[in-house]
């Protein structure tokens, strides 16, 4: 069987930063259709970044965009059946995938943080993101360490 091919979505600019990018943010941050409270969450967080940074000059969005690129992981690993035991294969990402697995890192590291409301949660991990710290940068030294153990294997990718 040959593979389908995926559908390129198209995302319409958020209504503030006009940013394609944000929009695909907020809809990993949106449950059960409420897009109009994710984007408050989004923007609350914005503004809580902004009253964060001390001596920083980016912009806040600027930072939420260097801790994404900070969190995107490069490689996976992927099981694959061989003789009779599983096999982890490391598999690069493409870059869709990079951007979306960073984005879901962000979110659900948010999510687990002890901070009050949502917007502080995102706030502070995105900013523990952009200094190189937190969870989310955790997990992603944790994929790459799967991948570099498993890197015997990487001949038999699919």
Same mark, same amino acid.
């Given at each position: 069987?040959?593979?389908? !091919?995926?559908?390129?979505?198209?995302?319409?600019?958020?209504?503030?930063?006009?940013?394609i990018?944000?929009?695909?943010? *907020?809809? %990993?941050?949106?449950?059960?259709?409420?897009?109009?409270?994710?984007? !408050?969450?989004?923007?609350?967080?914005?503004?809580?970044?902004?009253?964060?940074?001390?001596?920083e !000059?980016?912009?806040?969005?600027?930072? @939420?965009?260097?801790?994404?690129?900070? *969190?995107?992981? %490069?490689?996976? *690993?992927?099981?694959?059946?061989?003789?009779?035991?599983?096999?982890?294969?490391?598999?690069?990402?493409?870059?869709?995938?990079?951007?979306?697995?960073?984005m879901?890192?962000? *979110?659900?590291? +948010?999510?687990?943080?002890?901070? #009050?409301?949502?917007?502080?949660?995102?706030?502070?991990?995105? @900013?523990?993101?952009?200094?190189?710290?937190?969870?989310?940068?955790?997990?992603?030294?944790?994929? %790459? #360490?799967?991948?570099? +153990?498993?890197?015997?294997f990487? %001949?038999?990718?699919?």
């Amino acid at each position: 069987m040959r593979k389908i !091919k995926r559908r390129i979505k198209i995302y319409i600019p958020d209504p503030k930063f006009n940013d394609i990018l944000i929009t695909r943010f *907020v809809n %990993h941050i949106m449950k059960n259709g409420k897009k109009s409270l994710a984007y !408050k969450i989004f923007y609350n967080a914005m503004k809580k970044i902004d009253l964060i940074k001390k001596n920083e !000059k980016k912009s806040s969005v600027e930072i @939420w965009k260097e801790s994404l690129k900070n *969190v995107t992981p %490069h490689v996976e *690993v992927r099981s694959r059946r061989m003789g009779g035991s599983n096999i982890q294969i490391p598999v690069p990402i493409s870059s869709s995938s990079k951007i979306t697995k960073a984005m879901k890192l962000l *979110v659900t590291c +948010a999510s687990i943080r002890n901070e #009050k409301t949502m917007a502080n949660k995102l706030a502070f991990e995105i @900013w523990d993101a952009f200094n190189e710290q937190g969870e989310s940068i955790k997990r992603k030294e944790n994929i %790459h #360490k799967m991948a570099e +153990a498993n890197k015997a294997f990487s %001949h038999f990718r699919f």
